[in-house]
T-cell receptor
Framework: NAGVTQTPKFQVLKTGQSMTLQCAQD?????MSWYRQDPGMGLRLIHY???????DQGEVPNGYNVSRSTTEDFPLRLLSAAPSQTSVYFC????????????FGPGTRLTVL | AQTVTQSQPEMSVQEAETVTLSCTYD???????LFWYKQPPSRQMILVIR??????QNATENRFSVNFQKAAKSFSLKISDSQLGDTAMYFCAFGSGGSNYKLTFGKGTLLTVNP
């Protein structure tokens, strides 16, 4: 049981480039979320999904796109990277039957130059 | 919208002593959960302790306990017998009862345990 996995661990982009951060979970959790962590800001919710085919926006969704075609995978797409998107990104999964605990991936550190 | 406030950006404690981290929150909901997460230098988010708002009894997990004051909307974390491995960033988080998959986090408190 690998839990929540994220790839890559580190990434450097140039302004305007696009990329996809991958997230996968093997716990059959229905809910998945993406957060970003900035210094002095805590974690902020970007997008979330309540099941395959269903996504919604969080607190800071601009510049990001998500889709959820399977229960296991929840990729986060940066359409045109900007320096303001330099951050650490965490994916999390959650099961309503699991005492309301979110399981976090190891994070991806993204730098946009 | 809910807000979570951690008023102590940094704290330090001597090994084996006790330290308390503060957290206050604002909500109009009656059914919710509160969490403390630990983030060591490895960056991994680790759940330390959780509290259901409907439970009056304060949660305890080994050396970690909370002081949950619902009327005051306060949720502090007490770490007893501090260990060097407790050095980390600590985040307080709020989850609505019906949508705990969307957490609202405080800005964090950096705790350093000194030998």
């Amino acid at each position: 049981n690998a839990g929540v996995t994220q790839t890559p661990k580190f990434q450097v982009l140039k302004t305007g480039q696009s990329m996809t951060l991958q997230c996968a979970q093997d716990m059959n959790h229905e809910y998945m979320s993406w957060y970003r962590q900035d210094p002095g800001m805590g974690l902020r919710l970007i997008h979330y999904s309540v099941g395959a085919g269903i996504t919604d926006q969080g607190e800071v969704p601009n510049g990001y796109n998500v889709s959820r075609s399977t229960t296991e995978d929840f990729p986060l797409r940066l359409l045109s990277a900007a320096p303001s998107q330099t951050s650490v990104y965490f994916c999390a999964s959650f099961s309503s039957g699991n005492y309301n605990e979110q399981f976090f991936g190891p994070g991806t550190r993204l730098t946009v130059l | 919208a809910q807000t979570v406030t951690q008023s102590q950006p940094e704290m330090s404690v001597q090994e084996a002593e006790t330290v308390t981290l503060s957290c206050t929150y604002d909500t109009s909901e009656s059914n919710y959960y509160l969490f403390w997460y630990k983030q060591p230098p490895s960056r991994q988010m680790i759940l330390v302790i959780r509290q259901e708002a409907y439970k009056q009894q304060n949660a305890t997990e080994n050396r970690f306990s909370v002081n949950f004051q619902k009327a005051a909307k306060s949720f502090s974390l007490k770490i007893s017998d501090s260990q060097l491995g407790d050095t980390a960033m600590y985040f307080c988080a709020f989850g609505s009862g019906g949508s705990n998959y969307k957490l609202t986090f405080g800005k964090g408190t950096l705790l350093t345990v000194n030998p």
